[in-house]
């Protein structure tokens, strides 16, 4: 099945500048890659989405990076704000089984 | 209605109690989820309904027992839990297998 990784576990990043968080996966038939913020006590929303006929995919302050051959794909935040605060999970699936593998989260804290 | 709903919010019970946790979606999805999230770690995939079949069961032990009655509700019936099962419950649904998922706010269950 697939396994993903995610680093880093812990992020501290000064208000303003940019974070960048990485996942890996293991199978390459994965072909969907959402990106998901949870706030404490709150639901995981997704943020951004990437399928694997993409390489770059932006949203206003995110952008989400996938490199298929090598099997990774990131995720960018610029001018972070406090708000930005939260864990952030990568996740990775093939469309034809249904099963969205996470990976282990990374508990970003922007300074102010 | 473009949300997930999950009722209760907060549920405390006996490990010789019989509950139900309820989802409900009223987006037109064709697939629902379970998840089960423990503090610190990813959601962890319990059951999948697929156009109101169940697709998917991660082996989840027999305590715990899906229903979907129709494309807009997904319970989860509890039955004999134990301390351990203690978690934050999520329930997510998308449009079909091929599309991004969506969560609920989750239902926080103790077990006592």
């Known amino acids: 099945g697939e396994n993903v990784e995610q680093h880093p576990s812990t992020l501290s990043v000064q208000e303003g500048d940019s974070a960048v968080i990485k996942c890996t996966y293991s199978?390459?038939?994965?072909?969907?890659f959402p990106w998901y913020k949870q706030e404490l006590g709150k639901r995981p929303q997704l943020i951004i989405d990437?399928?694997?006929?993409?390489g770059e995919k932006k949203d206003q302050r995110i952008a989400v990076t996938l490199n298929k051959t090598a099997k990774h794909f990131s995720l960018h935040i610029t001018e972070t704000q406090p708000e930005d605060s939260a864990v952030y999970f990568c996740?990775?699936?093939?469309?034809?089984?249904?099963?969205?593998?996470f990976g282990t989260g990374t508990r970003l804290t922007i300074i102010p | 209605d473009t949300e997930v709903t999950q009722t209760p919010k907060h549920l405390v019970m006996g490990m010789t109690n019989k509950k139900s946790l309820k989802c409900e979606q009223h987006m037109g999805h064709r697939a629902m989820y379970w998840y089960k999230q423990k503090a610190k770690k990813p959601p962890e995939l319990m059951f999948v309904?697929?156009?109101?079949?169940?697709?998917i069961n991660e082996s989840v032990p027999s305590r715990f027992s899906p229903e979907c009655p129709n494309s807009s509700l997904l319970n989860l019936h509890l039955h004999a839990l134990q301390p351990e099962d203690s978690a934050l419950y999520l329930c997510?649904?998308?449009?079909?297998?091929?599309?991004?998922?969506?969560f609920g706010p989750g239902t926080r269950l103790t077990v006592l």
């Open positions: 990437i399928r694997s006929n993409v």
């Open positions: 309904y697929s156009y109101e079949k169940l697709s």
């Open positions: 997510a649904s998308s449009q079909d297998r091929r599309y991004e998922q969506f």
């Open positions: 996740a990775a699936t093939n469309f034809g089984n249904e099963k969205l593998t």
């Open positions: 199978d390459s038939a994965s072909n969907y």
